[in-house]
């Protein structure tokens, strides 16, 4: 059946390493998403992408980026992990009818 | 940009009463509106959408409502069970196939 999945499910780090979250599709959607998920925000956009080698910032996109390199991954790196990027990441992907199918996610600790 | 805020934060019903969560947004030219359900520790879950150009979608015990004139939609859930207790989340469209998502509503259904 075709899913989307994240990896890895948990990761401890240290403030300073550089950290990259994996995310995998099988459905074939062009479109898809990064989000972040902190009490009393919601999901808050990453990054986006809608298709091979294109990538936009979405609203908390500072410390972060990714690629496209194919439709199915969109990897997510932290460039240099903080404190405050401590949180629960949700990647999600969508066809052109807007639907958007979650990810199991992955919980990110920067100590 | 695009504005969605829910009401009310935390919700307790009874078993077998009804939930009813609304939603609102700000931007007239929104035309998707889903929700979604997210369980303690899991990923949020598609239960039902709606288009602009319908007022009410119904699915077994849930249904949304929608009011563009007012901005406005609303989830609701008759016959409330105790695994409805969860986290709910509204999103509306922002175009190019992004989402803005509520804060979300905590749902208690007492037994």
């Known amino acids: 059946d075709a899913e989307i999945t994240q990896s890895p499910r948990h990761k401890i780090t240290e403030t300073g390493r550089q950290v990259t979250l994996a995310c995998h599709q099988t459905w074939n959607h062009n479109n898809m998403f990064w989000y972040r998920q902190d009490l009393g925000h919601g999901l808050r956009l990453i990054h986006y992408?809608?298709?091979?080698?294109?990538?936009n910032k979405g609203e908390v996109s500072d410390g972060y980026s990714v690629s496209r390199s194919n439709t199915e991954d969109l990897p997510l790196t932290l460039e240099s992990a903080a404190s405050s990027q401590t949180s629960v990441y949700f990647c999600?992907?969508?066809?052109?009818?807007?639907?958007?199918?979650f990810g199991p996610g992955t919980r990110l600790t920067v100590l | 940009g695009e504005n969605v805020e829910q009401h009310p934060s935390t919700l307790s019903v009874q078993e077998g009463d009804s939930a009813v969560i609304k939603c609102t947004y700000s931007?007239?030219?929104?035309?998707?509106f889903p929700w979604y359900k997210q369980e303690l520790g899991k990923r949020p879950q598609l239960i039902i959408d709606i288009r602009s150009n319908v007022g009410e979608k119904k699915d077994q015990r849930i249904a949304v409502t929608l009011n563009k004139t007012a901005k406005h939609f609303s989830l609701h859930i008759t016959e409330t069970q105790p695994e409805d207790s969860a986290v709910y989340f509204c999103a509306a469209s922002l175009g190019n196939n992004r989402l803005a998502f509520g804060k979300g509503n905590q749902v208690v259904v007492i037994p």
């Open positions: 992408s809608y298709g091979v080698q294109d990538t």
């Open positions: 931007d007239s030219a929104s035309n998707y």
């Open positions: 999600a992907s969508s066809n052109d009818r807007i639907e958007q199918f």
